[in-house]
Nanobody
Framework: QVQLVESGGGLVQPGGSLRLSCAASGSIFSINVMRWYRQAPGKERELVAS???????NYADSVKGRFTISRDNAKNTAYLQMNSLKPEDTAVYYC??????????WGQGTQVTVSS
C-alpha cells in the first residue's frame, strides 16, 4: 500500500510559478514510476509529467519547457515545478505512483488556478 498526499496548489497570476509536492508513505521502496496528471472542468484527466526510478522524465507537449518533474527519494517526495503558468493550466493536479507489482495509487488532488 502507498499513500500519496499532494500540496502546493493555489491561485497564481499568469506568468507566475508554483511548486507542487507529493509525499509518499507506505511501501515506498516499491515505487517505480511517479506521475502528475491534471483534470480541468469538463475535460478528461491528462498526463502532465512522468519520472522513473532512474530519473528519466517525460512531459506533455503543452508543458515542455515550463514544467519540471523531480523526485527526492530520501524524502519520498515528488515535485512538479510549474513556471510561466497560463490560464489553461488551471486544473486539479493529481499525483500517481505505480509500484513493482503493477498496482497504482492516486493522491486526493490539489487545485491550481491561474487567473488575474
Amino acid at each position: 500500500q502507498v499513500q500519496l498526499v499532494e500540496s502546493g496548489g493555489g491561485l497564481v497570476q499568469p506568468g507566475g510559478s508554483l511548486r507542487l509536492s507529493c509525499a509518499a508513505s507506505g511501501s515506498i521502496f516499491s515505487i517505480n514510476v511517479m506521475r502528475w496528471y491534471r483534470q480541468a472542468p469538463g475535460k478528461e484527466r491528462e498526463l502532465v509529467a512522468s519520472i522513473g526510478t532512474r530519473t528519466s522524465t517525460n512531459y506533455a507537449d503543452s508543458v515542455k519547457g515550463r514544467f519540471t518533474i523531480s523526485r527526492d527519494n530520501a524524502k519520498n517526495t515528488a515535485y512538479l515545478q510549474m513556471n510561466s503558468l497560463k490560464p489553461e493550466d488551471t486544473a486539479v493536479y493529481y499525483c500517481y505512483a505505480k509500484i513493482s507489482t503493477g498496482s497504482v495509487y492516486w493522491g486526493q488532488g490539489t487545485q491550481v488556478t491561474v487567473s488575474s
